[in-house]
Nanobody, 129 residues
Framework: VQLQASGGGLVQAGGSLRLSCAAS????????VGWFRQAPGREREFVAT????????YVADSLEGRFIISRDNRKNTVYLQMNSLKPDDTAVYFC???????????????????????WGQGTLVTVSS
């Protein structure tokens, strides 16, 4: 499965963007999917994740209330809705699927980058002040 993030762009502070993570060569329905971001000179940072079950999600505490993760399994796509954007949100955003390490409950999620694979090329989000 190959993943591709899209939907980034330039937005003013306070604005919104919706990122999409689409899969090709397979289905995302069998995997939890995570969003991460990396700003220049900084380490990759966890943003949000959604379980295979779709009903279990987790957003980084610092982003809770502004970012929402969701998935549409019919479209084989995971979304990241970003609201009230701040200049500090400027980064390249990546999506990845949970690494297969054996059977896990449909509600299983993880937040460490090492728990994910099939990283696609990211999409750049730039928030101007």
């Amino acid at each position: 499965v190959q993943l591709q993030a899209s939907g980034g762009g330039l937005v003013q502070a306070g604005g919104s963007l919706r990122l999409s993570c689409a899969a090709s060569g397979g289905t995302l329905t069998s995997y939890a999917v995570g969003w991460f971001r990396q700003a220049p000179g900084r380490e990759r940072e966890f943003v949000a994740t959604i379980a295979r079950s779709e009903t279990t999600t987790y957003v980084a505490d610092s982003l809770e209330g502004r970012f929402i993760i969701s998935r549409d399994n019919r479209k084989n796509t995971v979304y990241l809705q970003m609201n009230s954007l701040k200049p500090d949100d400027t980064a390249v955003y990546f999506c990845a699927k949970l690494r297969s390490r054996g059977p896990v409950p449909p509600t299983y999620i993880a937040i460490a980058p090492d728990d994910y694979d099939s990283w696609g090329q990211g999409t750049l989000v730039t928030v101007s002040s």
